[in-house]
């Protein structure tokens, strides 16, 4: 008997597209266009139809493996030709890819008739990044109360639709403000324990409970759960084994490379955030320079996060067209320093430990230029580093909490769920 989630109707995202997709449109919830091919031409034209960027996967996948954004046909037919073993019956999955859009995800607890969800998890790293490697703060924090109640709703009328008993796990985007539905996993998720600490419940138990009701005769608690008030933030961030692997550029993608995750728990969500980061031993410095160099999409929105960490007290050096949109931002000239070529270069300043903090957006596959030394001189020589504009806003809002209130609430978790109320 599995007893962290079963279901009579088994249904993997990956494994049968069409079946899901009819339970979702009889539903009414919607999903990202979709398709699936077995050689370079059918992908090129699903692609096309579907309009680019694409998100392809294997139909057989674990933690994103194979998992690639592609932006063009030519990508896409070097990506079929590198694949392996796709047959008739192990397509290529072929989605749209979200743009732009806050991805987050839902666990629930189902008696195969009601189902009950705790709480929505936030990601604040944007669709693209595999749930395991996303930072995520629970309860969410961004997300529009009209998004959270339909998160729920379809939560539940998937699980009940599905008759899962037990636990189950959603996985959801939100485009523009419509939720779009990406992967229903009938079974527990490595959430469960995260989820289960912030709101107080134990998620296992009451799943098990369930299960187990045929020889028990104990009644379902489902119907009687009602939501719950959680007035603390907690943050999960991803644990990495990249300074083992030093010529391995750390950058994040569909493919999962996290090895273990941590949790922060606070009042405010810029000290949960400070405190995750320094429990997965990426500690965040509080003064000092902070290198900015970020791709041509980002640079709209590095601006805002570069005041915050200049009235936040640190110095800022960047590079080109970064450096340019952050002067003229009113940023004063002596806080911030451009980068030009020669000596003393980045790798100078960073052997030197003249930079304290590296937020870089990678510049993509697209670029004639490679900055993926950066980050792994940043692991080198052991400089925390971010990799996305929304980490570093919330690391930025992190610091200045510390900086301002000089320091760290401790509490036990009994403390912590004292202040929950239904």
């Excluded at 919607?30 to 398709?35: A, D, L, N, V, Y």
């Excluded at 009451?206 to 009687?224: L, N, V, Y």
């Excluded at 020589?381 to 909490?401: F, L, P, S």
Aim: proline residues 6%.
């Amino acid at each position: 008997m599995n007893i962290l989630g079963t279901s009579p109707e088994v249904i993997d995202l990956a494994e049968d597209r069409d079946r899901f997709r009819m339970i979702m449109d009889k539903l009414g919830i919607p999903m990202p266009e979709s398709g699936m091919a077995t050689d370079v031409d059918e992908a090129v034209i699903i692609a096309n139809q579907i309009g680019y960027p694409v998100m392809v996967r294997p139909s057989y996948v674990l933690g994103g493996r194979g998992m690639e954004v592609v932006y063009d046909d030519d990508a896409m037919a070097d990506y079929m030709k590198a694949a392996v073993g796709v047959t008739p019956d192990r397509p290529i999955l072929i989605d749209r890819f979200l743009n732009h859009a806050m991805e987050c995800e839902a666990d629930a607890i189902s008696d195969g008739t009601h189902a009950y969800v705790p709480a929505v998890m936030e990601h604040i790293e944007l669709a693209g990044i595999h749930s395991g490697d996303s930072a995520c703060i629970i309860p969410s924090k961004h997300i529009p109360e009209d998004n959270l109640e339909t998160i729920k709703e379809y939560t539940r009328k998937i699980a009940e639709e599905m008759h899962v008993v037990g636990l189950m796990n959603m996985q959801y985007a939100i485009e523009k403000g419509k939720v779009f539905v990406l992967e229903a996993n009938p079974r527990a998720s490595r959430t469960v324990p995260l989820v289960s600490k912030v709101c107080g419940i134990r998620m296992v138990p009451i799943a098990t409970d369930i299960i187990t009701s045929s020889i028990t005769g104990r009644k379902s608690p489902i119907p009687e759960m009602g939501e719950r008030k959680i007035p603390y933030f907690g943050v999960k961030e991803a644990v990495f084994p990249f300074n083992m692997f030093q010529e391995v550029d750390p950058v994040l993608g569909p493919e999962m490379r996290s090895t273990g995750e941590v949790l922060g728990l606070a009042k405010s969500s810029g000290e949960a955030f400070y405190k995750a980061y320094e429990a997965a031993k990426a500690e965040l410095p509080l003064s000092g320079t902070v290198l900015m160099s970020v791709n041509t999409k980002d640079k709209p929105e590095i601006v805002d996060v570069a005041r915050d960490f200049h009235e936040a007290g640190f110095r800022i050096v960047a590079t080109g067209k970064t450096h340019e949109l952050i002067t003229k931002a009113g940023i004063p000239a002596e806080y911030v320093k451009k980068l030009y070529e020669g000596r003393p270069n980045i790798l100078d300043l960073m052997t030197n430990g003249k930079i304290q903090l590296i937020v870089n957006s990678p510049v993509g596959k697209d670029s004639s230029h490679d900055d993926s030394y950066l980050r792994k001189a940043a692991v080198k020589y052991n400089i925390t580093y971010i990799t996305t504009v929304a980490a570093a806003r919330a690391a930025v809002e992190g610091i200045r909490y510390i900086k301002e209130h000089d320091s760290k609430e401790v509490c036990s978790l009994q403390e912590w769920h004292k202040g929950i109320t239904s």
